[in-house]
């Protein structure tokens, strides 16, 4: 029985020890590390865009009041769609994207005045502003999340402006004038295809006043101030997209 015991244990230990040496010699496999892609923004892009503006126009006459329900100020709102197109370059830096952008967009952004003269001399005087293209050149900063690149943007703006003072066939007056302002704004672009992204976006825009001279008389003119409020949509398409950029963790 003594045998017995002694031989079960003996083959016990051995048994171990074969079982230490194999897991000895196994080899260790290391984990696989996390990845994360990150999108890559740098490059040229390219697209189309669209939206809805709206704003005020803020009218003043610098002489005596032209009719009997003006008395010198006024504001009327201005709204109505464009249309246009977008070119850029961005630089990244880890989630950090700077971006340099312009675009020109044809609209079609007016507001008539409700100052209507119904007695003589000037039946039906009015007062109209219309922007009829605009654009901008502006710097953007972003942070890139995954697919999505948040951003705010600033820069100089131009725009295409109409204003008109219509007093009757006789007492007529109106301005056509490129003026130049500021814009800033902010938005989102998501990359839902390589190489393609969609765009939201809103700008504030203010292209400062603009003046009809009426007579030589320095005092006898409107001034108008025109600003602007417009929300974008559109599609880019990225040159330079090299897909994802794998960040190991």
Same mark, same amino acid.
């Given at each position: 029985?003594?045998?017995?015991?002694?031989?079960?244990?003996?083959?016990?230990?051995?048994?171990?020890?074969?079982?230490?040496?194999?897991?000895?010699?196994?080899?260790?496999?290391?984990?696989?590390?996390?990845?994360?892609?990150?999108?890559?923004?740098?490059?040229?892009?390219?697209?189309?865009?669209?939206?809805?503006?709206?704003?005020?126009?803020?009218?003043?006459?610098?002489?005596?009041?032209?009719?009997?329900?003006?008395?010198?100020?006024?504001?009327?709102?201005?709204?109505? #769609?464009? %249309?246009? +197109?977008?070119?850029?370059?961005?630089?990244?830096? $880890? *989630?950090? /994207?700077?971006? &340099?952008?312009?675009? @020109?967009?044809?609209?079609?952004?007016?507001?008539?005045?409700?100052?209507?003269?119904?007695?003589?001399?000037?039946?039906?005087?009015?007062?109209?502003?219309?922007?009829?293209?605009?654009?901008?050149?502006?710097?953007?900063? #972003?942070? %890139?999340? +995954?697919?999505?690149?948040?951003?705010?943007?600033? $820069? *100089?703006? /131009?725009?295409? &402006?109409?204003?008109? @003072?219509?007093?009757?066939?006789?007492?007529?007056?109106?301005?056509?004038?490129?003026?130049?302002?500021?814009?800033?704004?902010?938005?989102?672009?998501?990359?839902?295809?390589?190489?393609?992204?969609?765009?939201?976006?809103?700008?504030?825009?203010?292209?400062?006043?603009?003046?009809?001279?009426?007579?030589? *008389?320095?005092?006898?003119?409107?001034?108008?101030?025109?600003?602007?409020?417009?929300?974008?949509?559109?599609?880019?398409?990225?040159?330079?997209?090299?897909?994802?950029?794998?960040?190991?963790?």
């Amino acid at each position: 029985m003594k045998t017995f015991l002694f031989g079960t244990a003996a083959a016990l230990v051995m048994m171990s020890s074969a079982s230490a040496a194999d897991l000895a010699a196994r080899p260790y496999t290391k984990a696989a590390p996390i990845v994360a892609p990150v999108l890559t923004w740098n490059g040229f892009y390219i697209g189309g865009q669209g939206g809805y503006g709206w704003g005020s126009s803020d009218e003043t006459v610098f002489a005596a009041a032209n009719t009997p329900a003006f008395f010198g100020s006024q504001k009327y709102d201005t709204s109505g #769609g464009f %249309a246009g +197109g977008v070119v850029g370059y961005n630089w990244q830096s $880890g *989630a950090v /994207v700077f971006g &340099l952008e312009g675009d @020109y967009h044809w609209a079609d952004i007016n507001g008539t005045s409700s100052v209507i003269n119904v007695g003589p001399p000037n039946l039906g005087d009015t007062y109209s502003t219309k922007l009829r293209g605009f654009g901008d050149i502006k710097g953007r900063l #972003g942070y %890139a999340a +995954g697919p999505a690149l948040w951003f705010v943007s600033g $820069g *100089a703006a /131009v725009g295409d &402006l109409q204003h008109r @003072y219509d007093g009757g066939a006789a007492n007529t007056f109106v301005q056509n004038k490129t003026k130049w302002g500021y814009t800033v704004g902010a938005g989102v672009e998501y990359m839902f295809a390589p190489s393609w992204s969609a765009k939201l976006e809103y700008n504030y825009i203010d292209l400062g006043r603009s003046t009809i001279q009426y007579t030589a *008389a320095p005092t006898n003119r409107s001034e108008w101030k025109d600003t602007f409020h417009t929300v974008k949509v559109g599609i880019n398409y990225h040159f330079n997209w090299g897909g994802p950029v794998v960040a190991k963790y």
